[in-house]
């Protein structure tokens, strides 16, 4: 569904990112690596917000490349950005139904209370706060309405740059089993940072440094991998393997 050849990109003629190339499908194709590593200068690429240096991007055999963010969007590619980006102002029901105008203004055929039934069945705690401005709920809270709202857009493609960052270990944990849930039915492009965590429930993994992937495989290979374990993992040398921590869906 979407593939990206050799893609290089930067910001005032310096290079983030040097000759990418990945593909994503179904389930979670997961970009992880520190810092500085060009993850979410990836994510502006593929989704519109940086016009790459070079290289391609491919979405249902289309390039978009060279195609603005909202163009980009109208092809299904939906965003959560880092940090949720939410209008505080607005009461969270009208976060949603902003995220819906781009499924309408796509052709689709919206039902936004059921699209909204569903939110809340993905996201029980945020029924009771639909009429508050979503400036004045948790991070963890407006990072689930960012997801949301990215939902009730009708994504082909769902993009999501380091949803975790900032949440309390107990939120990072229950983020991550709803994004698997999510990945269900949906393809996801994920950054992230949490190794550990977010690991186990990707179909494929890519570890990003200084703006080269440097490995790719299956969950089980990355995290038995020495360089992720003793870097990433805080493993010392020689120690056991890391085994997946297991994600508990219901």
């Keep these: 569904m979407l593939q990206v050849r050799d893609l290089s990109a930067g910001y005032f003629g310096s290079t983030v990112l040097d000759g990418i190339t990945f593909s994503s499908g179904g389930g979670i194709t997961l970009i992880i690596g520190p810092n500085g590593a060009g993850k979410s200068t990836l994510v502006r690429s593929v989704v519109g917000s940086l016009r790459p240096v070079s290289g391609e991007v491919l979405f249902d055999g289309l390039p978009i490349q060279g195609l603005r963010a909202e163009r980009v969007a109208d092809l299904g590619v939906v965003t959560v950005p880092e940090r949720a980006r939410l209008f505080g102002e607005l009461r969270v029901i009208d976060n949603l139904r902003i995220g819906s105008r781009l499924a309408i203004r796509r052709g689709e055929k919206v039902d936004f209370e059921a699209d909204l039934a569903e939110v809340q069945t993905l996201f029980p705690d945020l029924g009771a706060k639909l009429k508050d401005p979503a400036h004045s709920l948790s991070g963890g809270q407006q990072q689930m309405v960012a997801i949301a709202r990215a939902l009730v857009a009708h994504p082909k493609l769902l993009v999501m740059d380091e949803p975790t960052t900032g949440l309390h270990p107990t939120l990072v944990k ?22 550990l965590q977010t690991v186990p429930i990707a179909s494929q993994v890519h ?5 080269r992937i440097v490995l790719s495989g299956g969950p089980e290979e990355i995290l038995a991998n020495d360089r992720v374990r003793r870097v990433y993992l805080g493993e010392r040398a020689g120690a056991p393997s890391a085994s997946p921590v297991p994600v508990e869906v219901g």
Excluded at 178 to 193: F, H, N, S
Excluded at 207 to 211: N, P, S
């Design 174 to 195: 229950e983020l991550v089993v709803k994004i698997e849930r999510v990945a269900r039915g949906l393809p996801i492009l994920l950054t992230e940072q949490n190794v």
């Design 207 to 211: 570890l990003l440094e200084a703006g």
